[in-house]
């Protein structure tokens, strides 16, 4: 029991694993339309188009979302040009504006900043939330899972059938561009958590855990939900036992839960007595 | 805008046809011509009643799924002029499109009830969640593609016959006037394809217009009103003893036919069957 309790102690680890839970929840929550829409490249790519955004908001002291948010419209309605207009295929427009602006953002940052800065943007800073980024990262992320909830049956049926989407005459663009905001506005939730380097991971792991376990969405969403909380409070307390940045713990923790969970499912699969005991 | 659904689309026309298509024209989308455009379809005009149920057949690239496109409302005519119920296909949410099974994530994490109730999306409105009524209707409407059985299973699960009906059930919750089916018969044994042809029937009781793409010149002559002989234009339409005959295949067909007249029967040998 004092090895839960004993890091509670310290304000900070409380702070880091606060944050981590919602971190947690958030990410894998959204995360598991990411990998039902085949959407894991769009997401490594956002996860680092929006350091521009971001780093000029830091260095104007502006809340860093809205910088995240207007470099995330800029990478949707880029990739989007390109990909219509310019007709390449939609993973070189990803890459050609991945790579751009990710650039353009660690430039910013070694003109601007300190190495210090660039390791926290890249990697994470757990341990160093405040609690005014607490209640940032709080009411951005439920807002998106509000916005989730309210447009549940439209994310799925965008999701599993576009085309009936569209005979439905549902507002599919917007939804598209909708969708495209909940994951810049979730990558800035996440940023202190893990950084642009590893947020794909926190994006994907826990959803694409989840899904060898789940039948329904809505069991996958909660499963990917707690498979999330479990890898930021696991990720927190290696942090302060192993003396490891908490950021890449975090990851290594969900990595860890996706081959115990693929392992499990690779096995009942095996053994036809286990049939149809998924939620 | 009153009674239990808030959304039905817009008002149609009492007189107009199901389906009417005048001098529509498409051109290929995927294509960088340099020599000037490549039509998909070239001046398809036709028309189609309430009710009624047309096989569409044709070669491969003769322009079904552009033409279903069209219809659903994805892609707009170059050039002339397709009505639903009297109104351009945008505004209508009585159009059902059953897709090929291949083009399903079949592993996705969904129940045959839930993509059943998928259909109600479009009545049901923003911002709500399903009323008993849409769940009455979603159960309804797999008890009549004989599938109630399956309201919970995961739609991996499923036969290939299983799979075509709950995407039948699906256009029924949508309450679809007009149903588009893309080759729901491939691959299917004959009681599976029997079982949603029986579906098709009681569609029909209803006042249903099905349209339905295939390779199968054998079933569309034996169970549809009229057969739409497609390539890029329309070759023929009419009733299937019309329509079926050696010169209009062969123009339909060229090459890939086979004619085999001896009894007036024809065979078609068409090498693949991936459509685009």
Not at chain 2, 222 to 234: A, G, P, Q, T
Not at chain 2, 248 to 271: F, N, S
């Amino acid at each position: 029991m004092s090895f839960l309790l004993a890091p509670l102690q310290y304000d900070f680890i409380v702070r880091a694993l606060v944050a981590a839970i919602i971190v947690g929840v958030v990410c894998s929550v959204l995360g598991v339309y990411i990998v039902l829409r085949g959407m894991a490249f769009l997401g490594d790519a956002m996860s680092h188009t929006i350091l521009p955004g971001v780093v000029v908001a830091y260095f104007l002291g502006w809340p860093l979302a809205v910088g995240a948010l207007v470099m995330g419209v800029l990478t949707a309605l880029g990739i989007g040009f390109l990909t219509r207009r310019a007709a390449l295929q939609e993973d070189t427009a990803i890459g050609v504006i991945f790579a751009g602006f990710f650039a353009l953002g660690v430039a910013l940052l070694s003109a601007g900043a300190s190495s210090v800065d660039l390791a926290h943007f890249l990697f994470g800073n757990l341990l160093g939330v405040s609690s005014g980024d607490l209640l940032i990262t709080a009411a951005l992320g439920g807002l998106v899972l509000l916005v989730i909830f309210l447009f549940y049956k439209e994310f799925l049926v965008l999701s599993f059938d576009p085309l009936l989407a569209t005979t439905l005459r549902l507002p599919t663009t917007f939804l598209h561009y909708l969708l495209l905001l909940l994951i810049a506005v979730t990558i800035v939730v996440a940023l202190q958590v893990v950084g642009v380097a590893l947020m794909l991971a926190i994006l994907v792991t826990p959803a694409a855990a989840a899904s060898f376990v789940t039948h329904r969405l809505p069991a996958m969403m909660a499963v990917s939900a707690l498979i999330g909380v479990v890898s930021g409070v696991a990720g927190v307390y290696a942090g302060y036992y192993l003396n490891i940045a908490s950021g890449p713990a975090v990851v290594l923790a969900a990595t860890l839960i996706f081959l115990i969970v693929l392992t499990f499912s690779v096995l009942r699969r095996r053994s036809p007595a286990a049939e149809g005991v998924a939620l | 805008m009153t009674g239990p659904h808030p959304q039905h689309g817009i008002a149609h026309e009492p007189d107009a046809p199901t389906l009417e298509a005048d001098d529509v024209w498409a051109v290929y989308r995927d294509r960088l011509a340099a020599d000037g455009p490549r039509y998909a379809l070239e001046a398809v005009t036709f028309r189609v009643a309430r009710g009624e149920r047309v096989a569409i057949v044709g070669p491969n690239g003769a322009g079904k799924s552009t033409l279903f496109k069209l219809i659903v409302g994805t892609l707009r005519p170059d050039r002339g002029r397709l009505d639903v119920f009297g109104h351009g296909p945008a505004g209508h949410i009585c159009i059902a499109y059953v897709p090929q099974r291949a083009q399903v994530d079949w592993r996705f994490p969904v129940t045959v009830e839930d993509v059943v109730m998928m259909g109600r999306v479009g009545q049901i409105g923003l911002l709500r969640r399903p009323g008993r009524a849409d769940w009455t209707a979603t159960r309804a409407a797999l008890a009549r593609v004989g599938a109630a059985a399956l309201a919970r299973k995961q739609i991996g699960g499923l036969s290939g016959g299983q799979q075509q009906r709950v995407f039948l059930a699906r256009a029924l919750a949508q309450e679809a006037e007009l149903v588009l089916l893309d080759e729901p018969l491939n691959g299917l044994d004959a009681p599976s394809q029997e079982a949603i042809l029986a579906v098709l029937d009681d569609l029909r009781r209803d006042g249903v217009t099905v349209l339905l793409a295939t390779h199968d010149l054998d079933l569309a002559a034996e169970r549809f009103d009229r057969i739409m002989l497609l390539n890029r234009r329309v070759i023929a339409f009419g009733p299937p003893a019309a329509v079926l005959q050696a010169d209009t295949l062969l123009r339909a067909y060229g090459g890939h036919l086979h004619v085999i007249d001896a009894d007036g029967t024809a065979i078609i040998a068409d090498p693949s069957c991936d459509e685009n």
